[in-house]
């Protein structure tokens, strides 16, 4: 259950992308994992009061340390990008995405089977070559830190939201949100950047923001269920999103991009059996 859920929070933040895409190339990347992430606490807050769950202090504060992990994360991504690729800085990050939650819940958990150890190191093998085989890497002594960085900062947040009690519900991802949105806007606000774009694109912002708060949601279910495999089919979404950026957009796709969807599906199939 746990490599479902991960699957499902996967695929919403690929959803994520998707309408969150015009306003990020409109208004740029920031602009849009600020709103987004704003929007997205609204959406976790509306879903951790109709659920059951109690707002626990000590869990509510470890999603804030978790939202500040994927505030860094996020930010150290989107500038990363901008001096080098996502060739370079999606890859790094990704992996450490992985590994670092997956290694913490086999050492602190029930271990994975041969199987789900062999599905994890393919699926990240997979999702190497969906983000590598997508365009050329440039700058690659500029990207790597923000890579590691970014990977570093996801990967943290991840751990900690593992260690947050069921009894809490949804509530852990409403301060993660929150968090993360303050991280977001400090770092547009020291570059001088708007942290809300203009009213024409409230309707892909709100899409966005329900299916990241959506994302979490799912995400903390899957992690709560088993940690190893939805750490790892969590940060399957670069695959989703290569998939709805070819069926809705027609973006290009390249023969390296596809064999790494088919790894990483395959890498998918053996978590979820192990």
Do not use: C, H
Not at 139 to 160: H, R
Not at 162 to 190: C, H, K, M, N, Y
Request: net charge positive.
């Amino acid at each position: 259950m746990g490599a479902l859920f991960g699957l499902l929070a996967a695929l919403s933040i690929s959803t994520t992308e998707f309408f969150g895409r015009r306003v990020t190339n409109e208004v740029g990347p920031i602009v849009a994992a600020s709103v987004t992430s704003l929007l997205a606490a609204v959406t976790a807050l509306v879903i951790a009061v109709a659920t059951e769950g109690s707002a626990i202090g000590r869990d509510l504060l470890l999603g804030g340390a978790s939202g500040l992990g994927f505030g860094v994360g996020m930010s150290t991504y989107l500038q990363g990008v901008r001096v080098s690729s996502s060739a370079v800085v999606g890859p790094i990050s990704a992996a450490l995405t992985a590994l670092l939650p997956f290694t913490y819940a086999a050492a602190v958990a029930e271990a994975p089977s041969a199987l789900g150890y062999g599905g994890a190191a393919l699926a990240i093998i997979g999702l190497m070559f969906v983000t590598i085989g997508g365009s050329a890497a440039t700058n690659v002594a500029g990207g790597l830190p923000f890579g590691i960085m970014s990977g570093l900062g996801y990967g943290l947040g991840t751990i900690v939201l593992i260690t947050v009690s069921d009894d809490s519900g949804s509530w852990p991802v409403v301060t993660q949100r929150l968090v993360a949105f303050a991280a977001i806007a400090t770092f547009a606000l020291a570059r001088k950047r708007p942290i809300l774009p203009p009213r024409q694109y409230a309707p892909p912002a709100l899409a966005a923001g329900l299916f990241a708060g959506l994302s979490s949601v799912l995400a903390l279910i899957g992690l709560s269920a088993n940690a190893a495999a939805a750490s790892v089919t969590i940060t399957l979404f670069p695959a989703g999103s290569v998939l709805i950026g070819r069926l809705l957009f027609r973006d290009a796709v390249t023969r390296a991009q596809v064999i790494g969807l088919a790894v990483v599906i395959a890498g998918t199939v053996a978590i979820v059996i192990g």
